[in-house]
């Protein structure tokens, strides 16, 4: 992983973390977005411009990659560099809610 990669990308924002979350299936932009709103009971949407421009910019640094178009939908997947750095940030979220809680996590 880049400098770059990290820099852009550590920590996420919302949406970016949700839609590489749901892209470890594969998924169309409007899927993410239907299940976007099912997992947070409809307190997170995402709205079109800002979906594309997320997945466009994404797939042009390598976190996900188009699949297939599908009725005129086209259809992405997470990659490996999106791994880890969906895996990065799923760390630095559990860190900040143990904290929260007042469980110290040193030396992981």
């Known amino acids: 992983m880049t400098d770059r990669i990290k820099r852009v990308y550590v920590p996420m924002t919302e949406t970016g973390?949700?839609?590489l979350y749901c892209l470890q299936s594969e998924m169309?932009?409007?899927n993410i977005g239907q299940e976007v709103k099912r997992m947070t009971g409809g307190e997170v949407t995402i709205s079109p411009g800002t979906m594309y421009g997320t997945l466009s910019k994404m797939e042009k640094d390598g976190l996900?990659?188009?699949?297939?178009?599908e009725e005129k939908r086209k259809r992405y997947v997470i990659?490996?560099?999106g791994s880890e750095v969906l895996g990065i940030e799923l760390h630095r979220i559990e860190r900040l809610y143990q904290n929260s809680k007042g469980v110290y996590a040193y030396g992981r």
Request: hydrophobic share 40%; net charge neutral; glycine share 6%.
């Open 17 to 19: 973390f949700y839609i």
């Open 28 to 30: 169309h932009g409007y």
């Open 64 to 69: 996900i990659r188009f699949v297939r178009e």
């Open 79 to 81: 990659t490996e560099l």
